[in-house]
């Protein structure tokens, strides 16, 4: 009974303050934004919007998360949540609840598994970052983002 109790109560957290997921915290947030290019006046190009650089199936995958008061169905739902920070951050919670998992093998997950996640997408995050330009590029921001 009590751990019933204790599900509902994690449960309606959850729902009420948002989606929590370990070492999913607001340092990796900005680190994940920094490696993404974090531009915050970044409207929509070539597939990607917002700061975070998101792609519509990125969004569909993550549930589709919109604005307040706004229909997942409406037409340009997914490029304004991708271009607000705070919708946008909202996406990325969903993804890494739904996809997080520990890429590289080192028994934790956490913000560099988060990273190889946004770069590989969620199914597929344990292929190695240096293995291609974008990669390594995206290796050296995040080095950068975890000592500053």
């Given at each position: 009974m009590k751990?019933?109790?204790?599900?509902?109560?994690?449960?309606f957290l959850s729902n009420?303050?948002?989606i929590y997921v370990t070492n999913l915290n607001d340092n990796c947030i900005r680190c994940l934004c920094h490696v993404?290019?974090?531009?915050?006046?970044?409207?929509?190009?070539?597939?990607?919007?917002?700061?975070?650089y998101i792609s519509r199936?990125?969004?569909?995958?993550?549930?589709?998360?919109?604005?307040?008061?706004?229909?997942p169905d409406r037409k340009e739902a997914y490029e304004d949540c991708a271009r607000d920070y705070y919708c946008s951050v909202k996406i990325i919670e969903n993804y890494m609840a739904k996809f997080g998992k520990d890429c590289n093998g080192?028994?934790?997950?956490?913000?560099?598994?988060?990273?190889?996640?946004n770069h590989h997408g969620?199914?597929?995050?344990?292929?190695?970052l240096f293995l291609s330009q974008l990669g390594?590029?995206?290796l050296k921001l995040f080095q950068q983002c975890r000592f500053n």
């Open positions: 751990c019933r109790i204790l599900v509902l109560i994690v449960g009420v303050l948002g993404a290019g974090c531009d915050l006046s970044h409207t929509c190009s070539e597939g990607y919007c917002g700061p975070f199936v990125y969004w569909v995958d993550a549930g589709k998360p919109t604005l307040p008061d706004d229909n080192d028994g934790v997950t956490n913000c560099y598994d988060y990273m190889m996640i969620g199914r597929a995050c344990s292929s190695p390594l590029r995206r």
